[in-house]
């Protein structure tokens, strides 16, 4: 009876009663009170931690992200399960032999191969950026370490990360073509600290999986000034990577459901799983703290004409397994509009929306209660996120709200990326913005689709 009695008063409102069809007054609520966002972010990184996908921590935080879902209140919360390879880090290290014997700081990267148990001794080839690489002949490359160095820049929009991602993502198949014996990358990341990033790397079909790690961007220039000497480098690596074949992951599904059937399906959210270095604080759970916590403030002032559903996207770091399982399973759904927030914690500082030209009204006015939070409106295209991608492409309209991404890079795939970096001030910004648009898109009567392929978006 007492636990009954608790379950009945976690699924109370937190918040007082605001009108939905209110967004100014929702936004001001959310920024001067919100809690919620804080406490599912410490909750989840400080009960659960780390969540690799496909490991038994990522199935703890399903369970952990169910329970939470249920006490708040939201209606059909449940997990949808799908089977994804599983890939286990294991230790990495690098030492450099000759001439200037040292260690190196280093992580592998996500489905990284391993080297023998004893690990490998090469010489090192260096290219600075992936053009070099691809334009280097095997007989270059073969036996070697390779090495590849590049110059990412801190962005507000984060736009050097998409330039220079390849590098990890790409690189690593590339020099396996080539017969490398491994490959070491720069960290993709802006910061100065011995705190190597991590991240996903992918071997072509029917390439072997060569050792591919990431060095701290303070050992890469390390490394730099060693090469710049003019002789020789030989390094020992050692990688102890396993792939484990087929295991379970899944996305948690919970909603706010609407009075019209017809008018079709918001999806907001962010994704549940991490990286196993840090607890995945800023990657990502702020980002389904904050969407999660917009949502119940629409759901506290009222139901929305449209139904709002909140997805925790599992094993969005290793590849969007989650955001394609959803889009397989619902994208004959009709949803309205789709976004993601996954992009750390700090301040939203731009909106871009892709419609149709009918969407230009409803555009104005999330411009219009968005201005007070310091918000402008960008005429790019918006990209919506990995995990809601395959749901865009069935033929959805797409909603951006940007964050600042100036220091995103500096904790991004990291060990540093952990609770004290989370900013409460510029979380409940991040809050605010978030239950003004839900305010406005769940409930404006206009019908929105698309742009034309053609077209930038709006």
């Given at each position: 009876?007492?636990?009954?009695?608790?379950?009945?008063?976690?699924?109370?409102?937190?918040?007082?009663?605001?009108?939905?069809?209110?967004?100014?007054?929702?936004?001001?609520?959310?920024?001067?009170?919100?809690?919620?966002?804080?406490?599912?972010?410490?909750?989840?990184?400080?009960?659960?931690?780390?969540?690799?996908?496909?490991?038994?921590?990522?199935?703890?935080?399903?369970?952990?992200?169910?329970?939470?879902?249920?006490?708040?209140?939201?209606?059909?919360?449940?997990?949808?399960?799908?089977?994804?390879?599983?890939?286990?880090?294991?230790?990495?290290?690098?030492?450099?032999?000759?001439?200037?014997?040292?260690?190196?700081?280093?992580?592998?990267?996500?489905?990284?191969?391993?080297?023998?148990?004893?690990?490998?001794?090469?010489?090192?080839?260096?290219?600075?950026?992936?053009?070099?690489?691809?334009a280097a002949p095997a007989a270059a490359i073969a036996g070697k370490i390779v090495y590849?160095?590049?110059?990412?820049?801190?962005?507000?929009?984060?736009?050097?990360?998409?330039?220079?991602?390849?590098?990890?993502?790409?690189?690593?198949?590339?020099?396996?073509?080539?017969?490398?014996?491994?490959?070491?990358?720069?960290?993709?990341?802006?910061?100065?600290?011995?705190?190597?990033?991590?991240?996903?790397?992918?071997?072509?079909?029917?390439?072997?999986?060569?050792?591919?790690?990431?060095?701290?961007?303070?050992?890469?220039?390390?490394?730099?000034?060693?090469?710049?000497?003019?002789?020789?480098?030989?390094?020992?690596?050692?990688?102890?990577?396993?792939?484990?074949?087929?295991?379970?992951?899944?996305?948690?599904?919970?909603?706010?459901?609407?009075?019209?059937?017809?008018?079709?399906?918001?999806?907001?959210?962010?994704?549940?799983?991490?990286?196993?270095?840090?607890?995945?604080?800023?990657?990502?759970?702020?980002?389904?703290?904050?969407?999660?916590?917009?949502?119940?403030?629409?759901?506290?002032?009222?139901?929305?004409?449209?139904?709002?559903?909140?997805?925790?996207?599992?094993?969005?770091?290793?590849?969007?397994?989650?955001?394609?399982?959803?889009?397989?399973?619902?994208?004959?759904?009709?949803?309205?509009?789709?976004?993601?927030?996954?992009?750390?914690?700090?301040?939203?500082?731009?909106?871009?929306?892709?419609?149709?030209?009918?969407?230009?009204?409803?555009?104005?006015?999330?411009?219009?209660?968005?201005?007070?939070?310091?918000?402008?409106?960008?005429?790019?295209?918006?990209?919506?996120?990995?995990?809601?991608?395959?749901?865009?492409?069935?033929?959805?309209?797409?909603?951006?709200?940007?964050?600042?991404?100036?220091?995103?890079?500096?904790?991004?795939?990291?060990?540093?990326?952990?609770?004290?970096?989370?900013?409460?001030?510029?979380?409940?910004?991040?809050?605010?913005?978030?239950?003004?648009?839900?305010?406005?898109?769940?409930?404006?009567?206009?019908?929105?689709?698309?742009?034309?392929?053609?077209?930038?978006?709006?």
């Open positions: 009876m007492l636990r009954r009695l608790l379950l009945s008063f976690a699924a109370l409102p937190l918040f007082p009663a605001v009108a939905a069809h209110d967004p100014a007054a929702l936004r001001d609520a959310a920024a001067q009170t919100d809690t919620l966002a804080w406490s599912i972010t410490e909750g989840l990184t400080t009960e659960v931690g780390q969540r690799l996908a496909a490991t038994e921590s990522e199935a703890r935080s399903r369970e952990w992200a169910v329970a939470r879902l249920k006490a708040l209140g939201f209606a059909n919360v449940r997990i949808e399960p799908f089977t994804m390879p599983r890939w286990d880090r294991g230790a990495a290290s690098a030492t450099v032999l000759s001439p200037f014997p040292q260690t190196l700081a280093i992580a592998a990267l996500g489905y990284s191969g391993s080297t023998p148990k004893a690990g490998i001794d090469a010489d090192v080839v260096a290219f600075d950026g992936l053009a070099a690489l691809k590849v160095t590049h110059h990412m820049a801190a962005q507000q929009d984060g736009g050097s990360y998409g330039a220079l991602s390849p590098i990890r993502t790409v690189a690593p198949g590339m020099a396996a073509q080539k017969g490398a014996a491994a490959i070491l990358i720069r960290s993709i990341g802006t910061d100065h600290h011995r705190v190597p990033h991590t991240g996903v790397t992918r071997f072509p079909e029917g390439t072997r999986s060569i050792p591919a790690a990431a060095l701290s961007t303070v050992d890469a220039e390390q490394l730099d000034r060693i090469l710049a000497r003019g002789k020789p480098v030989k390094l020992h690596l050692e990688v102890a990577t396993r792939l484990t074949g087929r295991a379970q992951s899944g996305n948690v599904v919970a909603e706010v459901p609407g009075s019209d059937p017809k008018a079709g399906i918001i999806l907001i959210g962010g994704h549940l799983d991490s990286w196993d270095l840090g607890t995945g604080a800023i990657d990502d759970a702020t980002g389904v703290a904050i969407t999660t916590a917009a949502a119940k403030r629409i759901m506290d002032a009222g139901q929305p004409r449209r139904t709002i559903r909140i997805v925790w996207f599992g094993a969005e770091e290793v590849g969007g397994f989650g955001g394609d399982a959803y889009a397989k399973a619902h994208g004959a759904e009709k949803h309205m509009v789709v976004a993601e927030s996954d992009f750390g914690a700090d301040r939203v500082w731009s909106l871009a929306v892709n419609t149709g030209a009918q969407g230009n009204p409803m555009v104005e006015r999330l411009s219009e209660v968005l201005a007070p939070l310091g918000i402008t409106r960008s005429h790019g295209a918006a990209h919506g996120g990995t995990d809601v991608e395959p749901t865009a492409a069935t033929g959805t309209a797409v909603m951006d709200l940007r964050q600042d991404g100036l220091r995103y890079f500096d904790l991004h795939h990291t060990a540093d990326d952990t609770l004290d970096k989370v900013d409460p001030a510029q979380l409940r910004q991040n809050v605010a913005a978030w239950t003004a648009a839900l305010a406005v898109l769940a409930n404006d009567p206009v019908e929105l689709t698309p742009p034309p392929a053609t077209a930038t978006g709006e």
